[in-house]
């Protein structure tokens, strides 16, 4: 006759709760992703928006970079806003205006976000005081969960070649143009967390989700390594946000090659999820 003992049957109920515990502390996060999807626009088939979606689906706000400036950028955030919207929740989104940037340079940035999670606060916004600076000047969109509200500030920097670090040297007046405002600065800044740029924001509380964490992907995979630098990244400041875990989501694995992945982006999503 089959049984199980007490002492087993204890076990089985601590690994219940323990799983049941886990998943209501998951509840409690808020799960951000930023991806630059490299020319997001009409370029984009049907079936590279249903990988993209099926990518995203679980994280609770989404924050794109790369939308192109001209036709199809917006309508390919709606297009992928609608498929997931037909995978179990409900999402809204924002697509920015085109940045003041030369015309090769400008684009589009958006957000997407489940609204059973997160609520919109007030109006989005690209960056002004700054924007003539900034070639792509920062997006923002602020969200409420419970008693948390931050700001999201969605940036894609100019191009390594170009010194990024001429125009994020104007981060570090952010906090103060903005004070009543919790930001999350994230996106592509086509530089590592350790160059000194970042150093004025290091020493106002702001920290990166990542170290030595590459998210751009190589041409080719090299003695089987297919990143390539440290680009992508989220800054926060640690007294308001408790970062609880953070990292990549390695898409290019679901492809035969590199190239094949680069068709859907040339950089990997990042993520955090937090208090």
């Known amino acids: 006759m089959n049984f199980i003992s007490k002492t087993s049957r204890r076990n089985l109920l601590l690994l219940f709760l323990l799983a049941i515990s886990s998943d209501v502390f998951a509840q409690t996060l808020i799960s951000l992703c930023s991806w630059n999807l490299k020319n997001f626009g009409k370029s984009k088939s049907d079936t590279e928006l249903e990988f993209i979606a099926n990518t995203i689906k679980n994280f609770d706000i989404i924050a794109i ?22 995978k179990g929740a409900k999402w809204a989104y924002k697509v920015s205006d085109v940045t003041s940037g030369t015309s090769y340079k400008s684009e589009r940035y958006a957000f997407i976000w489940k609204t059973s999670r997160v609520e919109q606060i007030g109006e ?79 020493k106002r509380g702001y920290v990166p989700a990542f170290v030595k964490q590459k998210t751009s992907l190589k041409q080719k995979t090299i003695n089987g390594e297919s990143l390539a630098s440290e680009y992508d ?28 992945a680069r068709l859907i982006s040339d950089h990997v999503p990042i993520y955090m999820s937090f208090l």
């Not at 970079?65 to 037909?86: F, P």
């Not at 903005?178 to 160059?195: A, E, K, M, T, V």
């Open 65 to 86: 970079q790369e939308v192109v400036a001209g036709e199809g950028g917006a309508q390919a955030v709606a297009k992928l806003n609608d498929l997931l919207n037909r």
């Open 124 to 202: 989005t916004w690209l960056e002004k005081k700054y924007g003539l600076l900034i070639d792509r000047e920062p997006f923002y969109c602020s969200f409420r969960y419970t008693d948390k509200v931050f700001t999201v500030v969605n940036f894609h920097a100019i191009t390594k070649k170009m010194q990024p670090e001429t125009e994020i040297k104007y981060f570090k007046f952010l906090p103060d143009l903005y004070p009543g405002h919790n930001l999350i600065f994230c996106g592509d800044f086509n530089l590592p967390q350790s160059h000194t740029v970042f150093t004025p924001l290091r």
């Open 233 to 260: 990244n989220f800054y926060f400041q640690s007294s308001k946000i408790n970062q609880v875990n953070s990292g990549i989501i390695p898409f290019h694995l679901s492809f035969p090659d590199l190239k094949s």
